[in-house]
C-alpha cells in the first residue's frame, strides 16, 4: 500500500468500496444463526422489496447481473441467429451474456456527452435478423427512451436494460429498468446496493418471470427452494435444463438493508458528484455534461477524460499518479471492440466505433463511495489536481 504525502499515512482509498453498517452485518449473522444460508426468505424478502421500489410485479434474485443479462436474453425467446444491439461502452459481461445465449451482439456507437448508446445510429444496424434492444444506462445516465421505445416498438424488438448502474436512474418521472420487457440490476460490491455479488430482474411479464426463476434455478418447477422449508417435504420437477444462478439468504440479508438505504446513498453520492463538477471546474480534461432535463441520474460513476495534448499527462501515467497518491481510481470502460477475443470471433475494431474508443482510452472514474468523508473527497481533488497541474 503506497504511503504519501496526500493520504498524510491514511489507509488506500479503496476505488468503490461499500458502505456496510451494524444493520447488514447483524442481518447476516442472524443467517448464521439461523443455519438458512442459501436460497430462503430473505431472498424472497429482497425481490418483494425491489418489486416495491420500481413499482413492478416481478423481481427475481439471481446470483449477478451477468446472470440476470443471460436469462433475460434467453425469457425473451433469443438464441442461435439473432442479433441484439448494445453499446460498445459497457462490462464485457453484457456482451458476453448475449453470446451465452447463442445470440450475437451488434454494436451501436455512443453519443460522446452522455456515453450512452447513440439512439440516432441505432436504425441502421437494424436487420431483418435483429430480436432486441440492450440499452446500458452508463455511469446511471438515463439513455434516451423515448427514442428506444420508439426504435422497439416500430420495428417489433424486444427491450432489455442492463441497469447495472441504475438502481435510481429516471426518465421523465418513471423508473429504469420498467421501459422495458425486462430489467437488469448488478449488487457486485462496487454498486449502488451492494451485496458482494449479486443481481436481479425486474419485470412485468408473468410468463418471462416465471421462466426466469425455473431457469435459475437448474430448471427445477417453481419455488423449488422450498424443498426443505417447514411446509413440509416438496417434490420438484425438472422442466429444462437450466443454470446454478440463485441468490443466496446471505446475500439478500446485506441487500435488505442496503436498498432501505438507497435514498441517503445517492444523496451522499450526488453531494461527492457537485464537489468534484465544482472542483475540477478550471482544469484541462472534460468532466461529465450535466444532467439531461427530467432525468435522475443515478451517480454511479464519476469520470472524467484525461488526454494527454491537454493534460499535459497520459491517462494511464494519471492513473498511476492516483494510485501512487493513495487513491484508487477505475477505467469504465475500455471499448468493448479493443479486446482481442471480440476482434478475432466477431471482427469488431476499434475504429468502427469512435467515439466510444476515443473515451475508452481517456477516462478515468473517480471514487464516489458513499463511504467517503469529506477529507477523503478532497484528498481525491487534491491527488487530481497535482496530477492534472491544477
Ligand atoms: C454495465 C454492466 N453490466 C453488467 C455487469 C455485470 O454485473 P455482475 O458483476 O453483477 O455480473 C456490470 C458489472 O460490473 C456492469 O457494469
Not at 45 to 60: I, N
Not at 61 to 85: P, R, Y
Not at 333 to 359: K, M, N, S, V
Request: with cysteine; net charge negative.
Amino acid at each position: 500500500m503506497p504511503m504519501n504525502s496526500i493520504r498524510n499515512g491514511k489507509p488506500f482509498l479503496v476505488f468503490g468500496a461499500p458502505l456496510l453498517e451494524d444493520e447488514e452485518v447483524n442481518e447476516v449473522v442472524d443467517s448464521m444463526r439461523t443455519g438458512w444460508l442459501g436460497t430462503g426468505p430473505k431472498v424472497q424478502r429482497f425481490e418483494q422489496a425491489m418489486a416495491a421500489y420500481k413499482g413492478v410485479p416481478y423481481a427475481m434474485a439471481l446470483n449477478s447481473c451477468t446472470a440476470a443479462l443471460h436469462l433475460s436474453i434467453l425469457a425473451a425467446g433469443i438464441g442461435e441467429g439473432d442479433e441484439v444491439i448494445t453499446t460498445p461502452m459497457t462490462f464485457c459481461a453484457t456482451v458476453n451474456a448475449i453470446l451465452h445465449a447463442g445470440a450475437t451482439p451488434v454494436l451501436v456507437d455512443i453519443d460522446p456527452s452522455t456515453l450512452n448508446i447513440d439512439p440516432k445510429l441505432i436504425e441502421a444496424k437494424i436487420t431483418p435478423r435483429t430480436k432486441a434492444l440492450l440499452p446500458v444506462h452508463f455511469a446511471g445516465r438515463s439513455c434516451d427512451m423515448d427514442a428506444i421505445t420508439g426504435l422497439a416498438r416500430k420495428h417489433g424488438l424486444k427491450l432489455i436494460e442492463d441497469c447495472a448502474h441504475a438502481i435510481e436512474t429516471e426518465y421523465k418521472g418513471r423508473k429504469a429498468g420498467t421501459f422495458g420487457d425486462l430489467g437488469c440490476f448488478s449488487f457486485y460490491v462496487t454498486k449502488n446496493v451492494a451485496t458482494g455479488e449479486g443481481g436481479m430482474v425486474t419485470t412485468s411479464n408473468e410468463e418471462m418471470a416465471s421462466r426466469i426463476k425455473i431457469l435459475g434455478l437448474h430448471g427445477m418447477s417453481k419455488d423449488a427452494w422450498k424443498r426443505f422449508s417447514d411446509e413440509g417435504f416438496k417434490h420438484y420437477q425438472v422442466v429444462e435444463a437450466g443454470f446454478k444462478y440463485n441468490m443466496m439468504d446471505l446475500q439478500a440479508a446485506i441487500g435488505i438493508h442496503q436498498l432501505a438505504k438507497v435514498e441517503r446513498f445517492w444523496k451522499r453520492r450526488r453531494e461527492i458528484w457537485s464537489r468534484y463538477q465544482e472542483a475540477f471546474a478550471t482544469l484541462p480534461v472534460d468532466l461529465p455534461s450535466p444532467e439531461e432535463p427530467d432525468t435522475r441520474h443515478a451517480h454511479h460513476l464519476y469520470t472524467i477524460q484525461v488526454e494527454k495534448d491537454r493534460a499535459g499527462i497520459s491517462r494511464d501515467a494519471f492513473l498511476d499518479h492516483m494510485t501512487s497518491h493513495g487513491i484508487g481510481v477505475g477505467v469504465h470502460y475500455l471499448a468493448l471492440p479493443e479486446h482481442p477475443f471480440y476482434q478475432q470471433t466477431l471482427g469488431w475494431r476499434p475504429e468502427d466505433t469512435p467515439h466510444a474508443t476515443r473515451i475508452g482510452r481517456s477516462t478515468v472514474s473517480l471514487p464516489i463511495s458513499p463511504k467517503l468523508s469529506d477529507e477523503d473527497v478532497e484528498d481525491v481533488i487534491e491527488a487530481a489536481r497535482r496530477g492534472l497541474g491544477g
